[in-house]
C-alpha cells in the first residue's frame, strides 16, 4: 500500500515539475519521494528504482542522469549496514545522490528544498515500515 502510495505521488510529482518549473522555485517532487523510500527500507529498489529512469527520461531526456548515482545507494547501504551497522549517520551521507542534480541543472535552492522535503519523508516512511513490521 505504502508502494502504491509512493508511485501516485511520484506521479504527480513529475507533472508538478514539469507545468511549473519555469514559473517557481521547487523541489524534485519526485527524487525526494523515491530517495525517501530507498532511504527507509532499501527492499524497495525493485519499485523505486524504475521510477527514477522514468524520472530521468522524463525530466532530462537521458536514462543516465541521476538513476547511476542513486542505484548505488542499495549497495551501499548494505555495505554500510554490514560494516558500521544500521544507524542514520551512514544514511544521511546516501542524501549525497542529491547532488547529481546538481550536474544536472538544479539550482543549490532546489536541491536544498529537495532535500528538505526527502528527510521528513524518509522519517515518516520509516515509521510507517517500524509500525507494519510491529
Do not use: E, K
Request: aromatic content about 10%; charged content about 5%.
Amino acid at each position: 500500500m505504502i508502494a502504491l502510495t509512493i508511485t501516485l505521488l511520484t506521479l504527480l510529482g513529475l507533472n508538478m515539475n514539469m507545468a511549473f518549473s519555469s514559473s517557481l522555485m521547487q523541489p524534485d517532487w519526485a527524487m525526494a519521494l523515491l530517495l525517501a523510500s530507498l532511504l527507509a527500507q532499501r527492499h524497495n529498489w525493485f519499485w523505486a528504482l524504475p521510477l527514477i529512469l522514468l524520472h530521468d527520461v522524463v525530466l532530462y531526456w537521458s536514462p543516465a542522469a541521476s538513476f547511476m548515482v542513486v542505484a548505488m545507494i542499495p549497495l551501499a547501504m548494505i555495505y554500510f549496514d554490514q560494516h558500521l551497522g544500521a544507524g542514520l549517520p551512514q544514511r544521511l551521507l546516501l542524501l549525497l545522490a542529491l547532488l547529481a542534480m546538481l550536474v544536472d541543472g538544479w539550482t543549490l535552492q532546489a536541491s536544498l528544498l529537495t532535500m528538505c522535503l526527502c528527510v521528513p519523508v524518509w522519517h515518516l516512511l520509516t515509521r510507517q515500515y517500524a509500525q507494519q513490521a510491529a
